[in-house]
């Protein structure tokens, strides 16, 4: 069977990664899937319906992030490799740009098999065409950072034009919730409660126009923002209850 997006291929990649006990987050920074297991570099995985070339340079982009960059894609029913290639080709032309390659094969009656092809490392010395992008520290360590801000996995790895959930939205929705169950509260209180260092920064700039001030140092909940409690209630129920007592 064909897939209709490449966001079909996200739920078994993330499976197979979270069975190897990897902790996996779709559409982190632009990457489709990040996974990160204990103190090892980033996972990065891009996705696509069918192997390209657009996949393989956005595989070589995000070399600069991590060197453990996999392409996914739909792997043909006839299990015929793309292109007139053969999968002994593909395999290689991953290896010498320092990819991994992964496949999924999807079936009417029983759950898809991701099948990792290749694994980066074993072109990652090689590069006979040209050197790898030069590493980016402040890129990965941003990446690193928006993984581990998000308490939880809300998006689908693949999507486009669609609002994804940051760790900025996780933490707006958290400021929101709680005007929205409690009324009027300045940014001190907010931040006190939360943890939150830039909640005050977060209320001042209203990046999403969730808030709206009251007085000097008190802030409440505008139209919009209640209107994204209830558009991202799947997110604020997963958030943790806070003690009011703090205040």
């Known amino acids: 069977m064909a897939i209709k997006s490449e966001t079909e291929l996200y739920a078994p990649v993330k499976a197979y990664l979270e069975e190897l006990g990897y902790s996996v987050r779709g559409e982190v920074r632009h990457c489709d899937v ?3 297991r ?3 570099p980033p ?5 696509k319906r069918s192997f390209s070339i657009p996949l393989l340079l956005q595989g070589i982009d995000r070399l600069r992030l991590t ?7 739909e792997r043909p029913a006839k299990g015929k490799a793309p292109h007139s290639a053969t999968w002994p080709e593909l395999r290689k032309l991953c290896g010498m740009l320092g990819l991994g390659m992964i496949t999924v094969q999807f079936y009417k009656t029983r759950k898809p098999r991701v099948e990792v ?8 010395a090689l590069y006979p065409l040209a050197s790898p992008p030069r590493h980016s520290k402040y890129a990965a360590g941003k990446l690193l950072q928006e993984f581990q801000e998000r308490r939880a996995d809300y998006n689908v790895g693949g ?3 669609r609002k994804l959930v940051t760790a900025y939205r996780e933490k707006s929705l958290q400021l929101a919730s709680l005007l929205g169950s409690h009324g009027p509260m300045s940014p001190k209180q907010l931040r006190d409660l939360t943890g939150q260092a830039q909640a005050a920064s977060m ?3 209203n990046y999403y126009l969730w808030f709206r001030r009251v007085e000097r140092g008190v ?8 209107e994204a409690l209830k558009t991202y209630a799947h997110v604020v129920d997963g958030l943790p209850s806070l003690d009011m007592a703090q205040r």
């Open 34 to 36: 990040v996974a990160v």
């Open 38 to 40: 204990g103190e090892e």
């Open 43 to 47: 996972l990065i995985i891009e996705l």
């Open 67 to 73: 060197r453990s960059v996999y392409v996914a894609f």
């Open 117 to 124: 092809e290749c694994h980066p490392l074993e072109g990652q």
């Open 159 to 161: 999507s486009s034009k």
């Open 203 to 205: 209320l001042q700039k």
């Open 219 to 226: 802030y409440t909940l505008s139209p919009q923002g209640e």
